[in-house]
């Protein structure tokens, strides 16, 4: 039966909604460079707010959220409401607590903005 069951797909774009703790940093090195629309994720930094969400993600009891860990090599296209600005995007991750970020996976163009 599993052999007739079509293939997941994997994710390209997806969205989530993150809390940042009191005192407590996104966890995310990310990149820009000047010509890009997005912010490049280099690295997850241990004790911050997205390794939190990566480590619930892979023991949770939603299956479907493991695709949804952040990786080296991802790309912030949006933060809250800031869509393709990456210094605007910065600025709202360091000064909110509350962010909805939206990560794309893709290759070749960059995906409409929602």
Excluded at 17 to 37: F, P, Y
Excluded at 86 to 92: F, G, I, Q, T, Y
Aim: glycine residues 6%; negative net charge; charged residues 30%.
């Amino acid at each position: 039966l599993a052999n007739s069951l079509p293939a997941a797909q994997p994710l390209e774009v997806f969205s989530f909604t993150i809390r940042k703790a009191d005192e407590t940093d996104l966890g995310l090195n990310v990149s820009h460079c000047e010509d890009d629309k997005v912010l490049c994720v280099e690295g997850i930094r241990a004790d911050g707010a997205v390794e939190s969400w990566n480590r619930q993600c892979s023991t949770g009891a939603k299956p479907e959220n493991v695709e949804k860990i952040v990786v080296a090599g991802d790309k912030i296209i949006c933060v809250n409401s800031v869509v393709y600005d990456p210094a605007r995007m910065l600025e709202e991750c360091k000064e909110k607590q509350l962010l909805r970020l939206t990560i794309w996976r893709g290759k070749g163009p960059l995906p409409e903005a929602e």
